[in-house]
């Protein structure tokens, strides 16, 4: 039988084959361990042996984006409304909607669960790269729970320049996360409107 463990564990060994050798060892171990607690009865077993494979992964990632995307009405993870034409006009407030992965975990400052926390920078190029506004310390975002949470979002609203003339630009998000130092960068085509 072809259980959703059993094709997360084909995935996990299709990414050591891919090149992966330090990845393979305990994302690999962890799902087969998971799978050998579901076939002897212990859920809990499984649960923890596929939460270490999950950790493994997730640890060993570069920071990237699931998504990452001018939006409206943020409300949570997966939960927003994506803008279809990234057409705004100068001085518009904007918001962009980024689901990161491979971010840290840091204990939460209230002493008690998990903090995912990133510093953030702006740039707005033209397309053939010419900068016409740069921040490296826009502000920082942050998430903090009791348990450690992969799906974790951040909406970064930012006002465009009133300067910005009718054309065709590049908003660039970095995003640098404190638990790990890793940094990742979405780059977002917009249009200013005559």
Known sequence: MFSRLSGVAFALCAVAALGAPALAGPVVDGATKAEQAIAGGDAAGAI????????????AMPLAFRVA?????????????????????????VT????????????????????????????????????????DDFGTAEWTGEAKNHEVQAAVSLT??????????????TLTDAATQKQATATLPFTIAE
């Open 48 to 59: 923890a042996a596929f939460d270490g494979a999950t950790d493994a992964f997730w640890n």
């Open 96 to 135: 962009i909607y980024l689901e990161p992965v491979g971010y840290g975990f840091l204990p939460a400052d209230s002493g008690s669960g998990y903090s995912v926390r990133y510093r953030t920078a702006v740039e707005i190029r033209t397309p053939g790269g010419l900068i016409l506004g740069k921040t």
């Open 69 to 93: 995307t001018f939006a409206t009405g943020v409300s949570g993870f997966g939960q927003y409304t994506g803008v279809s034409d990234a057409t705004f006009h100068a001085g518009d407030a």
């Open 160 to 173: 465009l320049p009133t300067a910005l003339k009718p054309g065709s630009y590049l908003l660039l998000l």
